[in-house]
């Protein structure tokens, strides 16, 4: 395990917060992904719409696509149920549990890991979600969950963390992780052993320990774990 942290006293947020404004605000950030929807359910494109992201595999533009849609899901599932934003809800589970797995690439752009980290999170948020509980969504939304974890367990790094590039020679298992997005899976992957999506806790553990790893005398993180 990493070194004892130091406590950090927490950093007080900004005086006289208006809840509701805040409240409009994720309102208005609902009726946006309610009003831009794609018929199918999905949002956006899948396309490379910058010259600035012209380097990467075109595979990752789709990968990128799926993680954001796990977001967006996640999401609507907190929301308020009102009778437009549950058929988004429902059109954007559907998706999701239907969609193409992102792929690896052959070399050092492994983007393919959004798409299977957060399609992780949104599974296991969806099935704990008493909506989605029912004869007709549990079984599509487990089995697209089981794949998800699957590839994430047949992908993570030795050290225990997940990564988005690899250095030569390009491996299935990369070899280099992040602090950051080892830890946005950690409680999914949890969920997921408690589901019965995966045989054992030992994917969670690693990734778990190489967080762990990452924390820094003072309490921040390292953007990664290099021993």
Same mark, same amino acid.
């Given at each position: 395990? &990493?070194?004892?942290?130091?406590?950090?006293?927490?950093?007080?947020? =900004?005086?006289?917060?208006?809840?509701?404004?805040?409240?409009?605000?994720?309102?208005? *950030?609902?009726?946006?992904?309610?009003?831009?929807? +794609? =018929?199918? &359910? #999905?949002?956006? #494109?899948?396309?490379?719409?910058?010259?600035?992201?012209?380097?990467? /595999?075109?595979?990752?533009?789709?990968?990128? #696509?799926?993680?954001?849609?796990?977001?967006?899901?996640?999401?609507?599932?907190?929301?308020? !149920?009102? =009778?437009?934003?549950? /058929? *988004?809800?429902?059109?954007?589970?559907?998706? %999701?549990?239907?969609?193409?797995?992102?792929?690896?690439? #052959? +070399?050092?752009?492994?983007? *393919?890991?959004?798409?299977?980290?957060?399609?992780?999170?949104?599974?296991?948020?969806?099935?704990?979600? !008493?909506?989605?509980?029912?004869?007709?969504?549990?079984?599509?939304?487990?089995?697209?969950?089981? !794949?998800?974890?699957?590839?994430? *367990?047949? +992908?993570?790094?030795?050290?225990?963390?997940?990564?988005?590039?690899?250095?030569?020679?390009?491996?299935?298992?990369?070899?280099?992780?992040?602090?950051?997005?080892?830890?946005?899976?950690?409680?999914?992957?949890?969920? /997921?052993?408690? %589901?019965?999506?995966?045989?054992?806790? /030992?994917?969670?553990?690693?990734?778990?320990?190489?967080?762990?790893?990452?924390?820094?005398? +003072?309490?921040?993180?390292?953007?990664?774990?290099?021993?």
């Amino acid at each position: 395990s &990493g070194p004892e942290a130091t406590p950090v006293a927490p950093v007080p947020g =900004p005086l006289g917060v208006d809840r509701g404004a805040g409240r409009a605000g994720f309102d208005r *950030a609902i009726a946006f992904l309610v009003g831009t929807q +794609n =018929p199918d &359910g #999905s949002w956006g #494109s899948t396309s490379c719409e910058t010259t600035m992201e012209m380097s990467f /595999a075109v595979e990752t533009h789709y990968a990128w #696509s799926v993680a954001a849609h796990g977001l967006a899901t996640m999401a609507l599932l907190r929301a308020e !149920e009102r =009778p437009g934003r549950r /058929a *988004a809800l429902d059109k954007a589970v559907r998706w %999701l549990c239907n969609c193409r797995m992102t792929m690896r690439g #052959s +070399n050092w752009d492994n983007d *393919a890991v959004w798409g299977w980290l957060y399609g992780a999170v949104a599974s296991t948020a969806i099935a704990q979600d !008493e909506r989605f509980r029912t004869d007709d969504w549990r079984g599509p939304v487990a089995h697209r969950g089981r !794949e998800f974890v699957g590839w994430l *367990a047949k +992908n993570q790094e030795p050290l225990g963390g997940f990564g988005y590039y690899d250095d030569p020679t390009f491996t299935r298992r990369r070899k280099w992780g992040t602090s950051f997005a080892t830890a946005a899976v950690v409680p999914a992957l949890d969920q /997921a052993r408690q %589901l019965g999506w995966i045989d054992d806790g /030992a994917t969670h553990e690693r990734a778990v320990a190489y967080v762990q790893r990452c924390r820094l005398p +003072n309490g921040a993180y390292s953007y990664d774990w290099t021993p």
